[in-house]
T-cell receptor, first 114, second 114 residues
Framework: GENVEQHPSTLSVQEGDSAVIKCTYSDSASNYFPWYKQELGKRPQLIIDIRSNVGEKKDQRIAVTLNKTAKHFSLHITETQPEDSAVYFCAHLGSGGSNYKLTFGKGTLLTVNP | DSGVTQTPKHLITATGQRVTLRCSPRSGDLSVYWYQQSLDQGLQFLIQYYNGEERAKGNILERFSAQQFPDLHSELNLSSLELGDSALYFC?????????????FGPGTRLLVL
């Protein structure tokens, strides 16, 4: 029950367009869903997270939505800029005996073309 | 700079050998996490320590072991190395090691097994 599937694996957009990355999970008891951004050759960094008691959270051009019924959550980036180009990873926190463990998706390579 | 340090940055070794990767957490953080990142498997959680004690275990092979010392630095030991162990190994830290805290990643150690 810890798997998380992330789509798409690659995404190319024009500067100024929006980008959406979606993740689905199977553990219905999961209650924490962070997104990490990893620029080429650098370390992953948390960009936004959401807890299961809210459906949406925004931080400037980035938003995350959560649908607990359908067990999926999505990252939305509006007005994309070339510096948004990176690999984005979704993750979720396990429940029960795994409630300290983050399971990551396989990542989405986002390319923003100028 | 996240405040998490890892040494060495790069490591090249041969199959069958043993290596030790070192991590120093951010000042004040009590918990350390180890991750393996490879192209085909994404970011895989290996193990977590909190204040010297193992707290959570992921997909860590029996050939791998880790510990966290009284000064809170951690070491990941990889033995009987195989070609498939070539990967980027990240250490992360967080204050209390709860699943919902931001994890701050180090720069990683790139391991190449020849």
């Amino acid at each position: 029950g810890e798997n998380v599937e992330q789509h798409p694996s690659t995404l190319s957009v024009q500067e100024g367009d929006s980008a959406v990355i979606k993740c689905t999970y199977s553990d219905s008891a999961s209650n924490y869903f962070p997104w990490y951004k990893q620029e080429l050759g650098k370390r992953p960094q948390l960009i936004i997270d959401i807890r299961s008691n809210v459906g949406e959270k925004k931080d400037q051009r980035i938003a995350v939505t959560l649908n607990k019924t359908a067990k999926h959550f999505s990252l939305h980036i509006t007005e994309t800029q070339p510096e948004d180009s990176a690999v984005y990873f979704c993750a979720h926190l396990g429940s029960g005996g795994s409630n300290y463990k983050l399971t990551f998706g396989k990542g989405t390579l986002l390319t923003v073309n100028p | 700079d996240s405040g998490v340090t890892q040494t060495p940055k790069h490591l090249i070794t041969a199959t069958g050998q043993r290596v030790t990767l070192r991590c120093s957490p951010r000042s004040g953080d009590l918990s350390v996490y180890w991750y393996q990142q490879s192209l085909d498997q994404g970011l895989q959680f290996l193990i977590q320590y909190y204040n010297g004690e193992e707290r959570a275990k992921g997909n860590i092979l029996e050939r791998f072991s880790a510990q966290q010392f009284p000064d809170l630095h951690s070491e990941l030991n990889l033995s009987s190395l195989e070609l498939g162990d070539s990967a980027l190994y990240f250490c992360a830290s967080s204050p209390q090691g709860t699943g919902t805290e931001t994890q701050y990643f180090g720069p990683g150690t790139r391991l190449l097994v020849l």
